[in-house]
């Protein structure tokens, strides 16, 4: 029986096909060898023999201490070359950061850090600094080694630390040359000083923004002395039902303690010398509560205010005139700093 040219040409095509499927594992498993093969010889010809490499399929992945980070990136573009190549696991340490950053919160208690630390040795000298201040219990850390520090690294993150942990709470983010920082503080000197520990760093732009409750409430104590240099809160005659006249300023130093919640303000009642000792302390003291009282009603927080009666124990005026006497009945707002 005779068989037709094109049968035999299918038969062909048929065992060539099923010779190219048997072979296709062989293939499979040569390209990760070859593909090693040939990119261990590529990388040490060009000196980068610090380079580890391991193939997976068309996989690459890379380990290595790199000596510097020119020298990552540059073996990283003699594997990208490789076409067979469908991704790259870059595993070199130090790793390649972009951006380069580093967070930290503190809350009066507790440290937490987030970011990179160019090698070791910085890694070592950064955490040792740390526990020079704080427990473990105190502290919770997550940093990293990457290549890529801009310049100073080492010292603005150890500068941010110190000054981190002289406040009551704050929060620094640095990212590349970048550094935004805040925080509360109780004093403005402690203030000013962590502020001069920045000017070093010139290269950076820095957003500082670091509060002083004894200068906010430096501030609201002006604020009270100037409303009430040529100004005083009105009573009843001898009595400590406040005269309606006195709510337009009232409601002005309402306004200026709300300038200050974390103030404590002393308001404190003073009289003239006319009549008993005890019945001038006693009147000061229902004058300053009912002040308090009054402010408490507009919004100002009960814990904020505390009453204070002097009676005729600290005038300001001579009080065998009238004039010297009506100065001397007054109330005073003193404001006692951060709470």
Not at 256 to 281: Q, V
Request: net charge positive; hydrophobic share 40%.
């Amino acid at each position: 029986m005779k068989i037709k040219a094109w049968q035999i040409q299918t038969l062909g095509i048929l065992a060539l096909i099923l010779l190219f499927i048997l072979t296709i594992p062989v293939f499979a498993n040569r390209i990760p060898s070859v593909l090693q093969t040939y990119l261990s010889q590529d990388l040490s010809e060009q000196g980068y023999d610090w380079v580890r490499v391991d193939v997976k399929g068309r996989n690459v992945i890379l380990t290595g201490n790199a000596p510097t980070t020119e020298q990552s990136f540059a073996a990283l573009k003699v594997v990208e070359k490789y076409s067979p190549v469908l991704r790259i696991n870059d595993q070199i340490t130090p790793r390649i950061i972009q951006p380069y950053s580093m967070n930290m919160d503190w809350n009066g208690k507790l440290l937490t850090l987030n970011g990179y630390i160019p090698n070791q040795a910085s890694y070592t000298q950064f955490t040792e600094l740390i526990e020079q201040h704080l427990t473990r219990e105190n502290l919770h850390a997550n940093l990293e080694l990457g290549a890529g520090a801009p310049e100073n690294w080492q010292k603005i993150i150890e500068t941010s630390l110190l000054g981190l942990l002289k406040l009551q709470q704050g929060r620094i983010e640095i990212i590349n040359q970048s550094l935004y920082f805040a925080g509360q503080t109780p004093y403005s000197a402690k203030r000013d000083e962590i502020l001069q520990s920045f000017e070093q760093y010139k290269q950076y732009q820095k957003k500082l923004h670091i509060v002083a409750a004894d200068e906010n409430s430096k501030i609201c104590q002006n604020k009270f002395k100037k409303l009430l240099k040529n100004s005083t809160v009105k009573f009843s005659s001898g009595g400590s039902v406040i005269n309606k006249s006195s709510y337009p300023l009232l409601k002005q130093l309402a306004n200026i303690a709300a300038l200050c919640p974390r103030s404590k303000i002393s308001i404190e009642g003073h009289t003239d010398n006319m009549g008993s000792a005890e019945a001038n302390m006693k009147l000061s003291q229902q004058r300053a509560q009912t002040v308090v009282n009054w402010l408490f009603q507009q919004g100002i927080a009960e814990q904020q205010l505390i009453a204070i009666g002097h009676g005729a124990l600290k005038p300001i005026a001579d009080n065998n005139t009238e004039e010297g006497r009506a100065r001397n009945r007054r109330i005073e707002f003193v404001v006692k700093g951060g709470q």
